[in-house]
T-cell receptor, first 115, second 113 residues
Framework: EDQVTQSPEALRLQEGESSSLNCSYT??????LFWYRQDPGKGPEFLFT???AGEEKEKERLKATLTKKESFLHITAPKPEDSATYLC????????????????FGRGTQLTVWP | EAQVTQNPRYLITVTGKKLTVTCSQN?????MSWYRQDPGLGLRQIYY???????DKGDVPEGYKVSRKEKRNFPLILESPSPNQTSLYFC????????????FGPGTRLTVT
């Protein structure tokens, strides 16, 4: 069964303290991996798409990387406004029980950055 | 402005009373999807639609119905709501070529008593 696991569940950082969030997946074949940011009471907001191992994407203080079985979201010198829940989702190529429209989300990492 | 709208935003109802949550997008997206979000369980896919008249089940379709008669609209129907369907619901849309790059609606908080 396809599965996405995010760790840690919660992370508290001091402003400027860099760290990484992890997303591991066990889909039969990866078509795409997606990162989202969700603020309290709002819908998720798309951040990045990664398609193949070795790929990297950057946006301001965030950099997403992908290996064959996991992805990392690196946060460099975070600020309080980076506080949010970060969600990872995967789309499988196919295989038993999977179709292209299925998206599997992890439970998210709640990031808090304090001044 | 590109957006996904949902109505209502908040709804309190009673067990067994049929309800519909509407979802509309103005981006001409082929793909639309419904999710529910529960504490500790994360975001789970209910149904999705790859295009008009094409729908398929996600992780948790039991107790829900959908239809896609127009490209812009994708309503979620609860024919006989039960308390275990109390949740925060999100609608999302994206282009067919990049299904995972979704725009999400603001959410509908549903309480079934």
């Amino acid at each position: 069964e396809d599965q996405v696991t995010q760790s840690p569940e919660a992370l508290r950082l001091q402003e400027g303290e860099s760290s990484s969030l992890n997303c591991s997946y066990t889909v039969s074949g990866l078509r795409g991996l997606f990162w989202y940011r969700q603020d309290p009471g709002k819908g998720p907001e798309f951040l990045f798409t990664l398609y193949s191992a070795g790929e990297e994407k950057e946006k301001e203080r965030l950099k997403a990387t992908l290996t064959k079985k996991e992805s990392f979201l690196h946060i460099t010198a975070p600020k309080p406004e980076d506080s949010a829940t970060y969600l990872c989702a995967v789309q499988a190529v196919g295989g038993r029980g999977s179709t292209l429209g299925r998206l599997y989300f992890g439970r998210g990492t709640q990031l808090t950055v304090w001044p | 402005e590109a957006q996904v709208t949902q109505n209502p935003r908040y709804l309190i109802t009673v067990t067994g009373k049929k309800l519909t949550v509407t979802c509309s997008q103005n981006m001409n997206h082929e793909y639309m999807s419904w999710y529910r979000q529960d504490p500790g369980l994360g975001l789970r896919q209910i149904y999705y639609s790859m295009n008009v008249e094409v729908t398929d089940k996600g992780d948790v379709p039991e107790g829900y119905k959908v239809s896609r008669k127009e490209k812009r609209n994708f309503p979620l129907i609860l024919e006989s709501p039960s308390p275990n369907q109390t949740s925060l619901y999100f609608c999302a849309s994206s282009a067919y070529t990049s299904v995972g790059e979704q725009y999400f609606g603001p959410g509908t908080r549903l309480t079934v008593t």
